[in-house]
């Protein structure tokens, strides 16, 4: 099995798990009262410790990153650059975040709304939204370093590559737009 046929597999055992979690009632898991006694102190003091405490506050771009969100942000990244890499050459690692970059994009386009996604998942709107931040953000790096690995390889008397030429250029000018509000860059409110 290839290493990305592993990261779905995986990516798809974190999305049930949170389905299936969802399904539990609410008052268990906030009072953890589902683990053993002597485990509880601990978790709780770790959650304390992770989510309260802000390491970047609010900005106007980034904003705020609990110590949670930043081992998940690493993890994520982390995880995606391990498969990339793992005992590949250069032309190997670029078809490979190809396919990478479109696992990735899987759940941002399972349902039909971010808010049908989030309550099936059992996330708030918010962490949700973050959610589908990152995997975009990440899709998108994929895809770049997917276009620059496999490019040496293009001739342009071909109309397949034409075609992803294209799809790289309009990717790169999309993106920006859609990332840093196309309105405020504009100056219309």
């Keep these: ?53 802000y390491v970047l506050r609010r900005h106007q771009f980034l904003g705020p990153w609990t110590w949670a969100d930043v081992m998940v942000q690493l993890v994520y990244i982390t995880g995606n650059a391990f498969c990339v890499g793992f005992r590949s050459s250069f032309a190997e690692a670029g078809l490979r975040s190809g396919s990478l970059s479109l696992i990735n994009l899987i759940p941002l386009y399972l349902g039909p709304h971010l808010g049908f996604l989030a309550d099936l998942l059992g996330l708030s709107l918010s962490t949700f939204r973050r959610v589908h931040r990152s995997a975009g953000l990440l899709s998108s790096c994929l895809v770049l370093f997917h276009a620059l690995a496999v490019i040496n390889r293009f001739t342009l008397g071909d109309r397949r590559h034409i075609s992803a030429v294209v799809a790289s250029i309009l990717i790169t000018i999309w993106f920006p737009l859609t990332y840093y509000r196309p309105h405020r860059l504009l100056g219309v409110s």
Excluded: E, H, N, W
């Design 1 to 53: 099995m290839d290493i990305t046929q592993g990261y779905a597999v995986a990516l798809g055992g974190v999305l049930a798990t949170l389905a299936l979690a969802s399904l539990l009632p609410t008052k268990s898991l906030s009072s953890f009262s589902y683990l053993p006694p002597i485990a509880r102190p601990p978790l709780r003091r770790a959650v304390r410790y992770l989510i309260y405490p």
